[in-house]
């Protein structure tokens, strides 16, 4: 694959938190951002998965969880200098109106957290997902953690 362009990651990073913005049931536009064989590590994983499934089930589970999940950008994607991986800046805030996956029941209260990820590319599409976040900040905000 050719190295990645600035304008390359702006746009799939447009889409990308757009993803995660609207949840789509028939198509998630998520699906054609990732590889089939994504390696997708996220502090809300008790361990990294691989396969596209997991980052769908985590849309998913995040959906539920939070029917009203935004997912903001808040510094312009960082290209790193061997032009092979990117940097994303994200804030995702919600209410928990449903249940978490480990059955953590709906609180109602409002979440708002920031995070990285790091991504690395082939095909044009995410094949090495890693999320840098505070989930016990998200997990007090909602009332879940003291």
């Not at 993803?19 to 502090?43: F, M």
């Not at 589970?61 to 991986?85: I, N, R």
């Not at 690395?120 to 953690?145: K, N, P, W």
Request: with cysteine; charged share 20%; glycine share 6%.
């Amino acid at each position: 694959m050719p190295a990645l362009t600035q304008e390359f990651i702006n746009d799939f990073v447009r889409r990308y938190a757009a993803a995660w913005t609207k949840k789509e049931s028939a198509s998630n536009p998520l699906q054609a951002l990732v590889t089939e064989d994504v390696y997708w590590a996220d502090p809300m994983l008790p361990q990294p998965g691989k396969g596209s499934a997991t980052a769908m089930m985590l849309l998913e589970a995040s959906f539920t969880a939070f029917p009203d999940l935004t997912c903001e950008v808040m510094d312009p994607p960082y290209l790193a200098a061997d032009g092979k991986s990117v940097m994303f800046h994200w804030r995702l805030s919600g209410t928990m109106l449903g249940a978490l996956p480990t059955g953590a029941q709906p609180t109602g209260k409002r979440m708002s957290v920031t995070g990285v990820d790091r991504w690395e590319f082939r095909d044009g599409r995410i094949c090495h997902y890693q999320a840098f976040y505070d989930l016990s900040t998200m997990l007090r905000q909602v009332g879940l953690i003291p």
